[in-house]
Each structure stands twice: as structure tokens, then as C-alpha cells.
């Protein structure tokens, strides 16, 4: 049984729970909030936390903990694991664990970095050898034509490098409080504005379904 599929693949289960489906994709980032912002409070009502470190390992353990109950739920109720939510817990779980067995929060802010390199650099590299392999994701949600299909795979590469790039000068540069709201509230609506942006590119492109065709 295949069990991690498109993130566009809808079942009948994703289609019966939409709230469930966004929750499960933000929860794991709203805890991670939560940890970091109560952090020493949660060390004082459950002083085994201390053993983790500042609150900003405490943020990460409790990151992953969320993240792998996120995908225990996705696969039981949705039948599948989406791709990138699979990856990305993937690294969450790597770069945290190397986070709190080093004490050291380099290696879960360079997280969004090495996720969003990876993607860029995948889809740029196929899409190099003629492969549009965003069409492999998104091709149960959108029928476009090939054109379309080397322009919309090409502009997210780029944009999932200029994430990569956007994370490494905030969590440089910034306090740690001004990264994690940058990462809990700023990524998500900068991904929903792009997301709408290609929508004229979208609408160009979209090949009309043999059937549609048929009823005009």
C-alpha cells in the first residue's frame, strides 16, 4: 500500500475534514510558538523540561512531538502522508534531536533552510533535465498544459530558495523571539500571497477536461 501520496491527491477523507487538514499542517508551527513563548513557565510546572534546555529546545522537542502526532493522524485518517509535510518532519525530526543532544539551536533554525534549498533545488534541477515534477504534486488539482506547467514549476524553485534564503538573514540577524513569529506568521501568508499570485498563470494554462469540451 502506497502510503505517502500527493499533496494534492484528494481522498474522500480530506474532502469529509478540511479544517482537520489545515490544522494538522499548522499545529505542529502554533506549538512550536507556544513552547517558545511559554517556555519557563512549562519548565517550572514540569521541571523534567529543564533536562532539554532553554526554552527554545523545549519549543523544539515539543515541535516534534506535535509533528509526528500530525503525521500518525494524517496517515490514519486521510490514508496518506502528503510529501511535503512528510519531508519536512523528516528534517524537523534530524535537526531537532541534533538540536538538543548538542544544545545547540543552529541546526533546527537552518530547518526551514535546508527544506525549502531541497525543494528549490529539486524542482529547478528536474525542470533543467526537462522534468516539470511540480506537474507529479499538483496535477490531481490543476490540468495544465506543458508551457504552463515549466513556468509554474519554475517560479516555486525560486521562490522556495528566496524562503531559504529569507530565513537565513532573520534567524542571523534577529532574535530568536523576531524568528519564530517571522516563521509562525510571516512564512505562511507570504506562501498564500504567492500561491494566489499564480493564479493568472494557472488560468492561462489550464487544458480543458476532454468532457468539458464536450458541452460546449
Do not use: C
Amino acid at each position: 500500500m502506497q502510503t505517502i501520496e500527493s499533496d494534492t491527491t484528494p481522498t474522500k477523507e480530506e474532502k469529509q475534514h478540511p479544517m482537520l487538514k489545515l490544522a494538522l499542517e499548522i499545529g505542529p508551527l502554533l506549538v512550536f510558538f507556544f513552547g517558545n513563548l511559554r517556555g519557563e513557565w512549562l519548565v517550572e510546572r514540569f521541571p523534567a523540561l529543564s533536562a532539554i534546555g532553554g526554552p527554545l529546545l523545549v519549543a523544539t522537542a515539543l515541535f516534534m512531538v506535535a509533528t509526528v502526532a500530525s503525521l500518525i493522524v494524517s496517515k490514519i485518517v486521510f490514508k496518506h502522508l502528503p510529501v511535503m509535510p512528510f519531508v519536512s518532519g523528516v528534517v524537523v525530526l534530524v535537526f531537532g534531536s541534533l538540536s538538543i543532544w548538542l544544545q545547540d539551536e543552529t541546526f533546527i533554525k537552518m530547518k526551514p533552510t535546508i527544506v525549502n534549498t531541497l525543494f528549490g533545488v529539486t524542482l529547478l534541477v528536474g525542470l533543467a533535465f526537462g522534468k516539470s515534477l511540480l506537474g507529479y504534486v499538483f496535477n490531481a488539482a490543476f490540468q495544465l498544459d506543458e508551457a504552463g506547467w515549466k513556468k509554474l514549476t519554475f517560479r516555486w524553485g525560486i521562490f522556495f530558495l528566496f524562503l531559504a534564503v529569507i530565513n537565513e538573514v532573520v534567524w542571523r540577524n534577529f532574535s530568536d523571539e523576531v524568528w519564530i513569529n517571522f516563521k509562525v506568521w510571516g512564512t505562511m501568508p507570504i506562501t498564500i500571497i504567492f500561491t494566489l499570485a499564480q493564479m493568472p498563470l494557472i488560468m492561462r494554462h489550464t487544458v480543458q477536461a476532454p468532457e468539458a469540451e464536450a458541452e460546449k
